[in-house]
């Protein structure tokens, strides 16, 4: 992976409608009509579909299904491809309190018929294989580790558990931790000296990426690995700088990084590469998938 020049993140204006690349930005932009999917828009904004028809008295606007209409963007400087749509701190919380839960589960189903048995297939434990260990233990001292999972959810998937004399967790949805696990809040987490944090599937679903990192940074020590983790998208695998022309809707994924954009998002906020692969795969709810790993530390 090759960085781009310096650019300060923190200058990025943050309005509802991104105007600007959120890994470098640049402010050469490719735009695509798409659609934010019901079950997101409901959830977040409280935008349900609408369903128009000639009891609204509108002459100019067919009758029909009325979906929240975003845009796909793409970054001509470093690839990434994201939803022009940013949510705020407020529809975030919204969107992924209790995730996965009762509530969630059933908006989600009656927007996306068969997503409860998908849930459930999901609730098992992530299969890395050889992969993970592979890529982190040659980074990593040989005795037991303090490690921290950033956005780890309950903490089953954080890797290296088996390894762990102190098992942290934080995360936005506070869902209940796995024995072993103590749930930690930004405050105590930054008290602690870790050996490993861990970042994984979650760059991929807030709006700036930069601030989460920065956050991170404050509680990494000179010694601290910090473990990336993405999906590397099918979409961005096989078409790369012309994914836009694929992407017609929005889920809970709002950034769709390539190699570069990555990259290019660590260096900005002050990080320094030191591992990369776009060639690990995970099954999770009977899936598998490519991930990008990405192991960094401060610069």
């Not at 200058?11 to 009509?33: D, I, K, N």
């Not at 956005?151 to 004399?165: C, F, H, M, Q, V």
Request: proline share 4%; hydrophobic share 40%.
């Amino acid at each position: 992976m090759s960085s781009a020049s310096r650019f300060d993140l923190r200058l990025l204006s943050r309005r509802r409608v991104a105007e600007q690349c959120v890994c470098c930005g640049s402010e050469v932009l490719t735009a695509a009509p798409a659609v934010l999917m019901p079950f997101v828009a409901h959830r977040a904004l409280g935008w349900a579909p609408a369903v128009i028809d000639d009891s609204w008295g509108l002459r100019t606007i067919k009758s029909g299904l009325a979906y929240t209409v975003c845009r796909s963007l793409q970054c001509a400087a470093c690839g990434l491809l994201f939803c022009d749509i940013r949510f705020s701190d407020d529809e975030m919380a919204r969107l992924y309190k209790d995730y996965r839960g009762l509530d969630y589960t059933a908006l989600r189903e009656l927007y996306e018929p068969d997503y409860r048995r998908r849930n459930e297939a999901l609730q098992g434990q992530i299969e890395y294989g050889e992969s993970l260990t592979g890529f982190l233990c040659p980074l990593l001292p040989k005795r037991s580790l303090a490690i921290l999972d950033w956005g780890g959810d309950s903490g089953k998937n954080t890797p290296l558990r088996s390894r762990a004399k102190q098992h942290d967790v934080y995360d936005i949805s506070k869902a209940k931790v796995i024995p072993g696990a103590r749930a930690v809040t930004r405050e105590q987490a930054s008290g602690q000296n870790y050996d490993l944090i861990v970042c994984s599937n979650v760059l991929e679903h807030v709006p700036y990426p930069n601030a989460l990192l920065e956050d991170i940074i404050h509680v990494m020590a000179p010694s601290t690995l910090l473990y990336v983790e993405v999906p590397y998208e099918d979409v961005m695998r096989q078409y790369g700088g012309n994914a836009i022309a694929h992407k017609k809707h929005w889920h809970e994924h709002v950034n769709f990084f390539s190699p570069r954009a990555m990259n290019t998002l660590l260096a900005n906020v002050g990080l320094q590469v030191v591992a990369a692969s776009t060639e690990a795969t995970i099954t999770a709810g009977l899936k598998s998938s490519y991930m990008m790993q990405v192991a960094c530390r401060l610069t």
